[in-house]
Every structure is written in structure tokens, then in C-alpha cells.
């Protein structure tokens, strides 16, 4: 650790996320509802908490899986190194969602999430909230006159999508990875290595059908990490930090080589978020 302050507030944090998760336990203690990816992080952070070592543990990923009424939710719950000081990071599947009821929810559930947010543990309460409001994103889409004004339709929105994966080495993988960007028109980049990250902006729908086909390859590990709804409707505002989409392959594979190319474009602070270090000096 830096310095004794933060190896005090990440000892302080993880104590709470080791509390969180033991309550979580005792909510969902069937074998399919609360699953780890790597149940190893959870020694590896009692070690580091029983022997104050200087190493610090992997951060906690995990899936809860509810049932709320007649809709199946997969909830995809990253934790950085300093949750609850920091904000986690949560994705929610459901294939009995359309994909616009899917980021919908997304886009709204982490709205809630940030607008709330106190620097305590905030699982539950995000729990609570799919609770009260998951109904209306199963309700199916209103029907509107087929001679609409196209004047009075909405505007097309936008996304950028940050997706955390174990290792990105396969030939194949990244030739497709890259080949789906460019036939969506989405700009970004795909990092390989271990882990490899990748992000991609654009048109909201395509974003997600891009993810569709990302997501059914073999993976070890891949989940979608950070999505941000942006702002402005044409899409040629700051808020387009990519031109094209890229891939990135440094011979001495580091993070810090990639938060270096991306201080270019303002996004190191997201690339350290998403990694669980936003709050390391």
C-alpha cells in the first residue's frame, strides 16, 4: 500500500464487504443464488485481514440470482478494493427482457444507485429498489400509430460500454471482437492481455447487439463492468472520446500503459474505477 492511511481504509473497507457479504449469505443461502466467480478472493481477503500483509487481495465478484414475481434477474456485482467509500459496480441480466427493457433498467437501476449513494454498503438497497420497481420493465411496449411523426420520435441515444475480461489472447476472439465493432459502427478500443478491457460507444441499440454476440463466445470471464448513458443526441460532443475503434496490444502488457493512452481522451480516472483502484493516491 501506499501509505498507512489507505492500508487503514482498505482494511476498514474490506471488513465491511466481508460483513456484507455474510449477511447476502444468510439471505440467499441456496446453491444457485449467491455464486462467486472465485469463491478464492474470500481466503485471500481473511488472510489479509488476519496478517496485514502488504498484498492486496482481488476484488469480490459475484452473482446473485432472484426471482421477483415471474421475472428471473441475474445481477452481476463487482466490488473495487475500497466499496463502500467506493460506489460498486453492478450489471442486471434477464432473458425474459427485451434488450431496451434490459438497458432501461440498467440505465435507470445505476441512476438510483449513484443519486443515493453514501459511501455505506448499498447492496440491499439496490435489492430493494429492483423489488419496487422491476414490474414496469416487464410491461410490454406501448403500441403507437403507425403514421407517428418522425419529428416526435426520440431522440437515439447513446452508450459507452467498459467490459472487464479475464485474459483476451485468442486470435479469433480478437479479430471478432474487432470485426462487430466496425460492422456496428462503434468506436473504442479492446485491450488484450491479462486482463484484457474493452470499451465501446455508440448508438445504444447496436451497443447491445454487439454485446449480444461478445458475450456467447467462450469466455473464462467477461462481464460489463460500467455503462454510461451519454449526453448529447448527435453524438459529436466531448462525450465521443473515440474516433474509431482500435486494437491495443503493448509488448510489456500494464494497466498503467493503458491509463497512460487514455489520459489522452480523459478516461484513465473510469479505467482506475473500473479495475477497483479509483480511490488509490
Not at 449513494?117 to 423489488?131: A, D, K, N, R, S
Not at 447491445?208 to 458475450?215: Q, S, V
Request: negative net charge.
Amino acid at each position: 500500500m501506499d501509505t498507512e492511511e489507505n492500508k487503514d481504509k482498505l482494511i476498514r473497507c474490506l471488513n465491511e464487504q466481508v460483513n456484507e457479504i455474510n449477511l447476502l449469505q444468510s439471505m440467499y443461502p441456496e446453491k444457485n443464488e449467491l455464486i462467486f466467480y472465485d469463491a478464492t478472493v474470500l481466503q485471500e481477503i481473511e488472510n489479509f485481514l488476519a496478517t496485514s500483509t502488504d498484498f492486496v487481495p482481488r476484488y469480490i465478484d459475484f452473482i446473485i440470482n432472484l426471482q421477483i414475481t415471474n421475472t428471473k434477474l441475474e445481477i452481476s456485482i463487482c466490488l473495487p478494493s475500497f466499496y463502500p467509500d467506493t460506489q460498486p459496480n453492478i450489471y442486471i441480466r434477464s432473458n425474459q427482457l427485451n434488450r431496451q427493457q434490459e438497458s432501461s433498467l440498467n440505465i435507470e437501476f445505476n441512476n438510483f444507485m449513484t443519486k443515493s449513494f453514501t459511501g455505506e454498503v448499498c447492496i440491499y438497497t439496490g435489492i430493494l429498489w429492483l423489488l419496487e420497481n422491476i414490474e414496469k420493465y416487464c410491461e410490454p411496449p406501448a403500441t403507437f400509430p403507425v403514421n407517428v411523426n418522425k419529428s416526435n420520435e426520440e431522440p437515439v441515444k447513446y452508450t459507452r460500454y467498459w467490459i472487464y475480461s479475464h485474459h483476451i489472447y485468442n486470435k479469433e476472439k480478437k479479430e471478432m471482437i474487432v470485426k462487430t465493432a466496425k460492422k456496428y459502427n462503434l468506436n473504442g478500443f479492446c485491450c488484450t492481455g491479462k486482463p484484457g478491457i474493452i470499451c465501446i460507444e455508440g448508438n445504444e441499440t447496436t451497443c447491445i447487439e454487439w454485446w449480444k454476440i461478445i458475450k456467447a463466445l467462450h469466455w473464462k470471464k467477461i462481464v460489463i463492468r460500467k455503462i454510461e448513458e451519454l449526453s448529447n443526441s448527435d453524438f459529436n460532443s466531448i462525450d465521443n472520446r473515440f474516433k474509431n475503434f482500435t486494437l491495443i496490444e503493448f509488448s510489456n502488457h500494464s494497466m498503467s500503459q493503458l491509463c497512460q493512452t487514455l489520459e489522452e481522451v480523459s478516461l484513465q480516472n473510469t479505467l482506475r474505477e473500473i479495475l477497483g483502484f479509483s480511490n488509490v493516491t
